[in-house]
């Protein structure tokens, strides 16, 4: 929980671990690339810049114990040049143009229970749980003055969010993928979903797929493309 673990995967039938590094007496709550940089916020209110130029020896560049306003951060998202944090309430906004001083642009509070989050060009998705169970946007055209948009109920716990574009995809658990329209960030609407998964916790896109699962199965998302509702391209119990 406390390490970060480099794995060479470049032969993916024999994956190997080249080196695992303890950054941390917390627990890792997530992982962001850009360029060559890792940012990793942990549960002991740190954010880890990590520099892996050279993969097999990452360095840590800069680390901020109880600075940079981090506390209990769960999850990160990176566009452009900002780096986009949560915790359970709170919105952090970064700018990390200089990789080893992050720099605090503004905090604000906007959730009651945030799970995950997705940034994407003027606005951030977050998918809130424990009984919220909701779908909340933030315009963050204005990084200095973030501004609450619109929200759509979830009916049961969220898990995952990912976004393309102007839509948003979501691992709504016992619902299935959901697939949100956000073209109007006032108006979030229902574009479809795939709800035949037991129990959808985390999926990836990729080149108008979503894999996820429990079972694994792999979605062809059609709405990417403007088709209509995803259907089932092959299920594989896990």
């Known amino acids: 929980n406390n390490e970060l673990l480099v794995i060479n995967v470049q032969d993916p039938l024999n994956p190997d671990l080249v080196n695992h590094v303890s950054i941390t007496t917390g627990t890792i709550s997530d992982i962001a690339f850009v360029d060559n940089f890792l940012f990793l916020p942990t549960t002991n209110n740190e954010l880890f ?3 892996i130029t050279h993969p097999e ?4 560049l800069a680390s901020a114990p109880g600075n ?9 998202s990176i566009y452009q040049s900002y780096l986009y944090a949560i915790d359970a309430t709170n919105l952090y906004i970064y700018d990390i143009q200089n990789k080893s001083e992050p720099n605090l642009v503004k905090s604000n509070t906007f959730f ?8 994407f060009n003027e606005y951030i ?9 909701k779908l909340t946007l933030v315009n963050v055209k204005a990084k200095s003055n973030p501004s609450p948009a619109g929200s759509l109920n979830l009916n049961i716990g969220a898990h995952k969010i990912e976004v393309k574009g102007t839509k948003v995809y979501i691992a709504n ?9 956000v073209q109007d960030l006032f108006e979030p609407q229902d574009e479809g979903s795939y709800a035949t998964i037991p129990n959808l916790w985390s999926f990836a896109l990729q080149d108008g ?9 792999a979605l062809a998302v059609r709405a990417i493309s403007g088709e209509g509702a995803p259907r089932s391209c092959v299920s594989h119990p896990a």
């Open 125 to 133: 998705s977050v998918i809130e749980s424990a009984g919220v169970n």
């Open 49 to 51: 810049v990590m520099d």
């Open 173 to 181: 658990g016992g619902a299935g993928l959901r697939i949100i329209d």
């Open 112 to 119: 009651s229970h945030a799970q995950d989050i997705a940034a």
């Open 57 to 60: 020896t990452p360095v840590v």
């Open 209 to 217: 797929f979503a894999y996820g699962g429990l079972p694994l199965t």
């Open 68 to 76: 940079w306003g981090i506390r209990n951060v769960v999850r990160v």
